[in-house]
């Protein structure tokens, strides 16, 4: 069956545009998460739904990230006013709930410029 | 704070040769220890876990090791083969938590 797909990419942004990043999880996974990977680095958790519900968003780096999940399927990352320091991938995973494995999509790749 | 250190940044193996990488923690209440294998432009996939009430884990030529006392935990890459080459992450999350927390990623590349 088809994984985790997230579109678009790569997305290049001028700093100040807003951007939206999509994720397609795995149909019928219950989990949800977000990670920002900077080049070199780990994933950071940004934020996890549970079905529609975001039960963290803890990782969340300011107000200008916001996520959704309305019917608990498809989920938009979206970043407002973009700085040069959200230049990063950003991983979705979704699981079928949250002690099972996680499956992650290939990320977007952003570039601010 | 890093909640998850990771060892070493980089490593070189021969073909045919072990490749090990190392983590450790500071948080008791982590229970659940994964250990993940990305390729250049996907994303990380799970390669093998292991829960602490055991101290070993064997999955084919893949095998975690660890010590709670110690607070570390490791993986072993036996008879490793170029296809191997790739970027390791340690990972370690808390049953009823939501977050996974990520080591800062082994390179390993394995010499033909």
């Known amino acids: 069956g088809a994984g985790v797909s997230q579109s678009p990419r790569y997305k290049v942004a001028k700093r100040g545009q807003d951007v939206a990043l999509r994720c397609d999880p795995i149909s019928g996974h219950v989990s949800l998460f977000w990670y920002q990977q900077a080049l070199g680095q780990g994933p950071e958790f940004l934020t996890y739904f549970q079905n529609e519900a975001q039960l963290d968003k803890s990782g969340l780096p300011s107000d200008r990230f916001f996520a959704e999940r309305p019917e608990g399927s498809v989920s938009t990352l979206k970043i407002q006013r973009t700085q040069q320091e959200d230049s990063a991938v950003y991983l979705c995973?979704?699981?079928?709930?949250?002690?099972?494995?996680?499956?992650f999509g290939p990320g977007t790749r952003l570039t601010v410029l | 704070q890093q909640q998850v250190k990771q060892s070493p940044q980089s490593l070189i193996v021969q073909k045919g040769g072990i490749s090990i990488i190392n983590c450790a923690y500071e948080?008791?209440?982590?229970?659940?220890f994964p250990w993940y294998q990305q390729f250049p432009g996907k994303g990380p996939a799970l390669l093998i876990a292991?829960?602490?009430?055991?101290s070993e884990k064997k999955e084919g030529r893949f095998t975690i090791s660890f010590n709670k006392s110690a607070k570390q935990f490791s993986l072993h890459i036996m008879d490793s083969q170029p296809g191997d080459s790739a970027t390791y992450f340690c990972a370690a999350s808390i049953i009823g938590g939501n977050q996974f927390y990520f080591g800062t990623g082994t390179s390993l590349t394995v010499i033909p």
């Open positions: 292991i829960r602490p009430d055991v």
């Open positions: 948080n008791t209440a982590f229970d659940y």
């Open positions: 995973a979704s699981g079928r709930d949250y002690h099972n494995e996680q499956f």
